[in-house]
T-cell receptor
Framework: DQQVKQNSPSLSVQEGRISILNCDYT??????FLWYKKYPAEGPTFLIS?????DKNEDGRFTVFLNKSAKHLSLHIVPSQPGDSAVYFC??????????FGTGTSLTVIP | KAGVTQTPRYLIKTRGQQVTLSCSPI?????VSWYQQTPGQGLQFLFE???????NKGNFPGRFSGRQFSNSRSEMNVSTLELGDSALYLC???????????????FGPGTRLTVT
């Protein structure tokens, strides 16, 4: 049972434009959400997080939006750079419990 | 500060054998979680240890087991290997138990296990 879903396996964006990666979840008890970036042959690297008491968190070029009523979160990257090309995973947890990860979205930023 | 290390990085085993993977967390981190990554399945949670105690366990058969030592290093064991166990096994460490808010997990590079 996939509690966290990333329905777009891949995304291509021109350099300088906005990249929007989406993530949906089914468990209304989730209260903490994270995004990770993964390059080939490396482990995932933490990018940005958001707790359920917020609807937006920003860190430089990365912004995460949370819509609790829709059980949806998104990651915006502005402007996109070629070095952003990687697989992006969203993850969610309920207090005191394990993290559930999505299946990932492969982002390609075209120079 | 050194990152999460996993050994070995690559492993080839035969069906029916058993395997032990090792994970050394970031110094001071007491929580270690293990994940299996396969194409199309994302990261599937195996189990988490905190202060030598298993806190959470994912939906994997009993052939998958783990333990954590007093220095927070963790091992994962898979017995009676099957072809479907071929995957990238990742461990992640954090300073507090997962899901307790405000802490992220730091991942190691993974161990690529191939079962033939």
């Amino acid at each position: 049972d996939q509690q966290v879903k990333q329905n777009s396996p891949s995304l291509s964006v021109q350099e300088g434009r906005i990249s929007i990666l989406n993530c949906d979840y089914t468990n209304s008890m989730f209260d903490y959400f994270l995004w990770y970036k993964k390059y080939p042959a490396e482990g995932p690297t933490f990018l940005i997080s958001i707790s359920s008491i917020k609807d937006k968190n920003e860190d430089g070029r990365f912004t995460v939006f949370l819509n609790k009523s829709a059980k949806h979160l998104s990651l915006h990257i502005v402007p996109s750079q070629p070095g952003d090309s990687a697989v992006y995973f969203c993850a969610a947890s309920a207090w005191g419990n394990q993290f559930y990860f999505g299946t990932g979205t492969s982002l390609t930023v075209i120079p | 500060k050194a990152g999460v290390t996993q050994t070995p990085r690559y492993l080839i085993k035969t069906r029916g054998q058993q395997v032990t993977l090792s994970c050394s967390p970031i110094s001071g981190h007491r929580s270690v979680s293990w994940y299996q990554q396969t194409p199309g399945q994302g990261l599937q949670f195996l189990f988490e240890y905190f202060s030598e105690t298993q806190r959470n366990k994912g939906n994997f058969p009993g052939r998958f087991s783990g333990r954590q030592f007093s220095n927070s290093r963790s091992e994962m064991n898979v017995s009676t290997l099957e072809l479907g166990d071929s995957a990238l096994y990742l461990c992640a460490s954090s300073s507090s138990p997962s899901g307790t808010g405000g802490n992220e997990q730091y991942f190691g590079p993974g161990t690529r296990l191939t079962v033939t």
